[in-house]
């Protein structure tokens, strides 16, 4: 019995030491090295100033903003902790109801709006976290963002152009805008007098 335990002991004593300290010190020291921004969160500056992440979306509901796409999460909206999606069937009357809340939202927002509104306005993603909207919900919103901020729709129309990111290698997933980066370009506007 002894001849067995002892291998055994060391063998998973080797092991622990193996994967739960060498192999994440080592796999850190390259992310690190490789890439440092992602490492670190792929934070997103205001200036010196934190204001985000690239990888989490944020609540925006001031009609001078763009709008994200809605949050699953709880206590409160893009809560990272607590990353799910809704698990709502597209059968289930609270689905029905929570999408009817917030196409009825979105009309009120922007009444002379008549254009269809895009699916991931008015639906949660996977994650509960998702930072980007298609490029035909940013277009959606240009009309009340720039009549909010008394701009010609031309010029926010082309910011959001200037903020569509391509598929990732060309091929993977689909266009998309990152909320806060576009965000962050209307109040670069502001700042300079635009």
Known sequence: MKSLLRPALVLLASFTILTGVVYPVLVTAVAQAAFPARAHGSLVRDGERVVGSELIGQPFDDPRF???????????????????????GPTNP????AVSARIAALRAADPGNGAAIPV?????SGSGLDPHISPA?????????????TLDEARVRALV???VEGRMLGVLGER??????????LEELARNGI
């Open 120 to 124: 991931d306005l008015v639906t949660t």
């Open 137 to 149: 919900a940013a277009y959606f919103q240009v009309a009340r963002v720039a009549r909010a901020r």
């Open 161 to 163: 152009d200037s903020h």
């Open 94 to 97: 609270a689905l029905r109801d």
């Open 176 to 185: 998309r805008v990152n909320v806060l980066r576009l965000n962050l370009a």
């Open 66 to 88: 763009f709008w994200g796409r809605p949050s699953a999460t709880a206590p409160y909206p893009y809560n990272a902790a607590a990353s799910s999606g809704s698990n709502l």
